[in-house]
Nanobody
Framework: QVQLVESGGGLVQPGGSLRLSCAAS????????IGWVRQAPGKGLDWVSA????????YYADSMKGRSTISRDNAKNTMFLQMNDLKPDDTAVYYC?????????WGQGTQVTVSS
């Protein structure tokens, strides 16, 4: 059974940091591009970041460049997103996504709230 389980969300003050994790099971993790997509209240899906299968290439939305770092550990089937200097506009549910050709998997999401 394919599973993507996110963790690490929470309430943080503006300027703070969070490290999101995504633990995968049920598929060959190392064969998949992995990334994060978020959805703010009342808005559509917003792509955040992605990382290539071997971790050699990383990609970021303009809004996250310079403030976040995506990484993966294929030996542990886990991906991470370190987010720094968080802003209220970063408030959203963050979803882990795994993609390989026609196969596309999603986690249940973790809530990130940035507020003073």
């Amino acid at each position: 059974q394919v599973q993507l389980v996110e963790s690490g969300g929470g309430l943080v003050q503006p300027g703070g940091s969070l490290r999101l994790s995504c633990a995968a099971s049920g598929f060959t993790f190392s064969n998949y591009y992995i990334g994060w997509v978020r959805q703010a209240p009342g808005k559509g899906l917003d792509w955040v970041s992605a990382i290539k299968t071997d971790g050699g290439s990383t990609y970021y939305a303009d809004s996250m460049k310079g403030r976040s770092t995506i990484s993966r550990d294929n030996a542990k089937n886990t991906m991470f997103l370190q987010m720094n200097d968080l802003k209220p506009d970063d408030t959203a549910v963050y979803y882990c996504n795994a993609n390989s050709g026609p196969y596309n998997y999603w986690g249940q999401g973790t809530q990130v709230t940035v507020s003073s």
